[in-house]
């Protein structure tokens, strides 16, 4: 078998091989984490091993096939998240196709090949046995270049019969074939004819901002609503023990009663007491319930999965206590226009559409291109050989005075009425973020102020309770004094934690705002003991 014939071959089994489904998605995703390896570097400072598939053993399968009851910390509970959460699972979904698109782009800007064959066989029932062959091949290549040049190289179909052939016949048709076309004025210039792979380029390095950002604010939403089940669990506890002590009143009060040493009056104040209790108990009970089935559908587990949260997390909160934030508001919207990762996108955009303002401006010209070719015929004395001194050759311009102006004068106008609204957008996001990052140190301080007035409230109704049980049982103040107390001292207690709550949700919010709660690298783990940043990087 003569060599080029065998090289040609074995170039098309190899080819061949690289038509797998699975040998194409191992090649999408080496592409894929290479651009986001470089983007990220370049967003982040350092390289992430982003994988877009999902774990295949996950909390959400394990449970599937078990009834034990499982509880969750707070860093299980990211973690369960990061594998399960179908959100979170979309969004890296998102940041892959980003970057896929990235790759479909750059291979514009870079040579192409194509190629392919053909055989047939015809000929006629009354001819006896004749029959022809006929067999076809095609092999090119093209490239755009980044100055808006296309370029096409062919090689003629005799010439691969004629490699793949045993024969030595040849009919010094031309064998290749280079064809050249530069715009001169529509669509000229680096600028314009990059566009594509520019915008490609910079909308990878949004997605990975959306995903940062988005990364952050879902750990924190977790991290609230796990701090708000674990409330809840704790405000049930109150609840039960407040039920209990106004059924212990009231069979005290109701055997003071039948010995003749209490009225109806202050039974039927005790048992009301009993009842409000009870139902608030169930109101407790049915909004945890609630809450819970609400953040398994967050975590992405089955909602009939038995999970517990980790009461614990209530008390380290109570330990850490609260604390003023000191920063000063200027200096937080100041951090956040200058961190934010969204509002850097918003900004970006800008220059975007400013881009695309030029190159509908460029769309204007008249279209005017230069070409030129040339073609490279066979030796005749050497089949398979090019002549280089018989090189045929052509050049010139063509000219379109696209007379039809409207539809280019309408997209002109329209990019720049949506710079214009890019321009609102922008200034519309400064105050949106200033507005965010007003509204978190507000709830600070009112999630702290809370506290103060709580803790206080707590101690007093705590005497109250304690002063009223040793009145009551002297007979020297009524039912209703000792019932009102103990009200009293179960609301504060809920509001107390909840301002607890309320103000560790609002210092996370705060830091969000700012830019500066950093996750690990893979998955939504980050520091809740992270310092509030002093000054702009």
């Known amino acids: 078998m003569p060599a080029p014939r065998f090289l040609l071959i074995t170039v098309g089994l190899a080819a061949a091989s690289c038509y797998s489904p699975e040998a194409n998605r191992e090649w999408a995703d080496r592409a894929v984490y290479s651009v ?43 973690d369960v998240a990061a594998e399960n959460s179908r959100e979170f699972q979309r969004q890296k ?101 990059r566009e594509p792979l520019t915008q490609a380029e910079r909308n990878v390095i949004y997605a990975i901002r ?39 009143s009231r069979e005290q009060i109701e055997e003071l009663y039948n010995a003749g040493r209490r009225t109806i009056v202050d039974l039927g104040r005790a048992q009301q007491s009993e009842y409000s209790s009870d139902a608030q108990r169930v109101r407790a009970a ?72 030029l190159i509908a401006a460029n769309a204007l010209n008249l279209g005017l291109d230069f070409t030129a070719a040339i073609s490279v015929p066979g030796d005749a004395d050497a089949p398979n050989t090019l002549d280089w001194s018989k090189i045929n050759w052509s050049a010139g311009v063509s000219l379109d005075l696209f007379l039809d102006r409207i539809p280019l ?41 809370s506290y103060k007035i709580q803790k206080f409230a707590v101690d007093l109704a705590e005497q109250r309770v304690e002063a009223t049980t040793d009145l009551y049982a002297a007979n020297r103040v009524a039912a209703l004094d000792k019932l009102d107390a103990q009200d009293s001292l179960l609301s504060a207690q809920l509001n107390r934690n909840a301002a607890i709550v309320d103000y560790a949700i609002a210092r996370l919010q705060l830091m969000n705002d700012l830019e500066a709660v950093r996750l690990s690298p893979q998955g939504l783990r980050f520091d809740l003991k992270l310092p509030m940043p002093e000054s702009a990087e």
């Open 210 to 248: 959306d995903f940062e950002r988005y990364r952050s604010q879902f750990a924190i939403d977790l991290v609230a609503d796990y701090w708000n089940v674990v409330q809840q669990m704790a405000d049930l506890r109150n609840v039960e023990s407040n039920y209990a002590s106004f059924k212990l």
């Open 286 to 357: 049915n909004q945890l319930q609630n809450s819970l089935d609400s953040f398994k559908l967050t975590l992405g587990l089955p909602i009939t999965a038995q999970i517990t949260l980790d009461p614990e997390e209530l008390k380290r909160l109570v330990e850490a206590g609260v604390q003023e934030v000191d920063i000063e508001e200027s200096a937080a919207v100041r951090l956040s226009l200058q961190r934010r990762y969204d509002y850097q996108t918003i900004v970006d955009e800008v220059e975007d559409v400013g881009r695309r303002v």
């Open 36 to 78: 986001l390896d470089k983007a990220s570097e370049k967003v982040l400072g350092e390289t992430r091993d982003f994988v877009v598939e999902r774990p295949v053993d996950t909390l959400r399968r394990r449970l599937l096939t078990t009834r034990e009851p499982i509880q969750l910390s707070l860093a299980d509970a990211l």
């Open 93 to 193: 979904e998102s940041l892959y196709l980003a970057a896929l698109n990235l790759t479909s782009t750059l291979n514009d800007f870079r040579v192409r090949f194509g190629g392919g064959a053909n055989s047939a066989a015809s000929g006629q029932s009354d001819a006896g046995d004749t029959a022809s062959i006929t067999n076809g091949v095609d092999l090119s290549a093209r490239a755009t270049s980044v100055a808006g040049a296309n370029i096409l190289v062919s090689f003629a179909d005799t010439w691969l019969r004629q490699l793949l052939s045993t024969g030595d016949q040849f009919d010094g048709s031309p064998l290749l074939n280079l064809t050249i076309t530069q715009p001169l004025l529509r669509g000229a210039g680096r600028q314009i004819a």
């Open 409 to 449: 004068r309408n997209a002109y106008r329209s990019q720049l009425i949506t710079f214009d609204r890019t321009l609102r957008a922008r200034e519309q996001a400064e105050d949106q973020r200033t507005a965010a990052v007003r509204r978190s140190l507000r709830n600070i301080q009112a999630a702290l102020d």
